[in-house]
């Protein structure tokens, strides 16, 4: 034992040394917890309920800057010569490092920027760091300090991943759809940087594989499309828009387990980049800029417009290849599909795919006195003017009858006609 | 460097069509003899021949991307499938019900109209995998000859042709986002204007004789 034992440092407090004093700085800003606000469905807007309103999302566990700053003061050697320089630094961020065969952690990495978790997934002694939430300045140091305080011989393995969570809770509704376009349209350029065997992988599906934003289509619009996301989306695609509703983060799961810092601070600046790109113009603006590329000199115009100096770090030597397929996928997400609801409450009774139940009409002598009376019955009150075959195939096979028969109360009729063992014949007035 | 357990591999595989030695495969089981040293792997061939081997770490996962597809399935005349990958959580690393599923556009046709359709399936056999590793597409104007004879057919990797319910004499172009148009040997109507560019790329990367108009 040694003689001096080192003070214990209470978890989630640091002390710094100033005039020989102890001071106490809490490591994390207390979450702002305001009075809730539910929000009715009339009250939610597209264009002005933000990501937060709607989830009612706290402010998270914020890294405290004071913490931050002391914390950096005491530990030099993580303050880099040459700090990398992002385009919006305040931005927030918790990053996510799977690392395997973890055989030395260095004390201090839980008393800065980190926390250490076990993870299912990992094999050989792996480990999952995380951080809270943290603005992009201070990721250089924190990264610095988590890797340099592992043992050499830790392992990225093909099952370790990096994952980003940005803050999206200030942006309205229709921004998040704009920077989800926006990410959706240059979602291979993104993978082809992070980690192209990611693509392949099951826990990292891509959007335009998956078709998570045809969602959007289903869903009555786009409000209830997002506040049902967890309907809609899954856990594991590279672009997860699922802890929306839990932490107000959109989580890029693209990244390949590295220890490669400056790959990492130009990912974090690139997702950022989505998030300005989406404050910067409006969706529709983007839709219409993607529904207008097909030259690789547009795809180009899009990528330089979208991360600016950035676009440098992407391999954009086949941007055709690469964006054709996603930009075809953003558009029709975007713009909701009218044809397609149409043909499906539709029944041309003269059509060709009617004509494959054409022999169904024959089937009208093999109905049962009664089941004939009702059929007449229906069809002098819903389509006099029609044969009585017709008007038997429309009433098997078009919902938009039912909905007629239903509201007229003649459910009794329509179900002793098409399930006659459940249903007993109805009494006419006439008997 | 972590060796794979004989759990691990059947979390992974087991159930799935992988490529094993350049071979189609569903794999069965992973398991390891008495003496712990060697793993063997059980699995079906296309043959249905159940062969137990020394595993030597070859399976090639199989995955593919989003696309149509031209099945051939005994008695059905319904070739035109849609191929889509799942992000949901599972975990199969190849290909399987968990991962990915088959949808057909006349499907949602038959299900508007009250009916089922027993032509047709969601689950797939070896034809389908092999049809899926190497699909062939008819040319356009053969797949819409051919449409009274099968229902639906997939004449690209992004689009289907099917029998309509709208019209007598056109039929109905599909995307892996529902109907988009209709369509018959002179004409492709766009209905939905997203489409509409992969469209004009299709018919001029197959230099077809087609006028494509848009009437969204």
Avoid at chain 1, 27 to 33: A, I, S
């Amino acid at each position: 034992m040694p003689e001096n034992p080192a003070p214990q440092i209470p978890a989630g407090v640091f002390f710094a040394n100033t005039n020989d004093e102890f001071v106490e700085i809490p490591r994390h800003l207390p979450p702002v917890r305001k009075a809730r606000k539910e929000l009715k469905p009339g009250q939610i807007d597209l264009e002005k309920t933000t990501v937060q309103e709607l989830f009612d999302v706290h402010p998270p566990s914020k890294l405290s800057n004071e913490f931050a700053n002391k914390f950096l003061t005491q530990h030099t050697e993580l303050i880099p010569p040459y700090p990398y320089k992002f385009k919006d630094s305040q931005s927030l961020v918790g990053i996510e490092v799977e690392v395997e065969n973890v055989l030395r952690i260095d004390p201090n990495i839980t008393l800065g920027f980190w926390s250490i978790h076990e993870d299912g997934s990992l094999r050989n002694n792996g480990r999952e760091f995380k951080t809270s939430a943290m603005p992009l300045r201070y990721t250089q140091p924190a990264l610095t300090q988590l890797f340099n305080g592992l043992n050499d011989s830790v392992d990225f393995s093909s099952r370790t991943s990096i994952h980003v969570h940005l803050d999206v809770r200030q942006l309205t509704l229709s921004q998040l759809y704009g920077m989800s376009f926006t990410y959706g349209a240059v979602e291979n350029l993104l993978f082809k940087f992070a980690s192209q065997e990611r693509r392949k992988n099951i826990f990292c599906v891509p959007i335009s594989e998956s078709l998570g934003l045809a969602g959007v289509n289903k869903a009555k619009n786009m409000v209830s499309f997002l506040s049902s996301i967890e309907d809609y989306w899954s856990k594991y695609s590279a672009y997860n828009l699922l802890p929306i509703a839990n932490f107000g983060t959109v989580e890029f799961r693209q990244m390949c387990g590295t220890n490669n810092v400056t790959k990492l601070l130009i990912w974090m600046d690139m997702l950022s980049r989505l998030k300005i790109y989406a404050y910067k113009f409006h969706r529709t603006e983007i839709v219409k800029q993607i529904s207008g590329l097909n030259t690789n000199s547009q795809y180009r115009g899009f990528v330089d417009g979208v991360f600016g100096d950035l676009a440098a770090y992407l391999d954009t030597s086949n941007l055709l290849k690469d964006m054709e397929n996603t930009t075809y996928v953003i558009k029709n997400c975007a713009l909701n599909n009218v044809f397609h609801s149409r043909v499906l409450s539709t029944m041309d009774l003269e059509s060709n795919f009617n004509d494959l139940f054409k022999t169904e009409v024959s089937n009208i002598s093999k109905l049962s006195k009664t089941q004939k009376e009702c059929l007449s019955f229906l069809k002098k009150d819903i389509a006099p003017s029609m044969t009585l075959e017709k008007f038997y195939l429309l009433l098997k096979h078009d919902p938009i009858v039912y909905d007629l028969i239903v509201s007229k109360g003649f459910q009794q009729h329509y179900y002793h006609l098409l399930q006659p063992i459940a249903y007993a014949a109805p009494k006419f007035k006439d008997e | 460097m972590y060796i794979e357990t004989e759990d691990d591999l059947r979390r992974k595989y087991e159930d799935t069509f992988v490529q094993y030695k350049k071979d189609l495969i569903v794999v069965s089981n992973f398991y390891y003899h008495h003496d712990k040293k060697v793993m063997y792997i059980v699995y079906t061939d296309q043959n249905g021949t159940e062969t137990e081997c020394v595993y030597d770490d070859g399976v090639v996962p199989l995955l593919f991307d989003t696309h149509f597809f031209n099945r051939e399935i005994k008695g059905s005349n319904i070739p035109g499938t849609l191929y889509v990958r799942l992000a949901k959580k599972q975990y199969k690393r190849s290909l399987s019900i968990e991962n990915s599923k088959l949808m057909c556009p006349i499907i949602d046709l038959y299900a508007a109209s009250g009916r089922g359709c027993s032509l047709w399936r969601s689950n797939w056999n070896f034809m389908d995998v092999k049809s899926m590793l190497n699909p062939v597409y008819p040319n356009y104007f053969d797949a819409i000859k051919d449409l009274p004879k099968y229902q639906v057919l997939a004449i690209s990797p992004k689009f289907a042709v099917c029998l309509s319910n709208l019209s007598q004499q056109r039929y109905l172009l599909c995307s892996s986002f529902g109907f988009i148009g209709e369509c018959d040997l002179n004409v492709v109507t766009i209905k939905h204007e997203a489409a509409l560019q992969e469209v004009l790329d299709y018919v001029a990367h197959a230099t077809l004789p087609l006028r494509v108009e848009l009437d969204a």
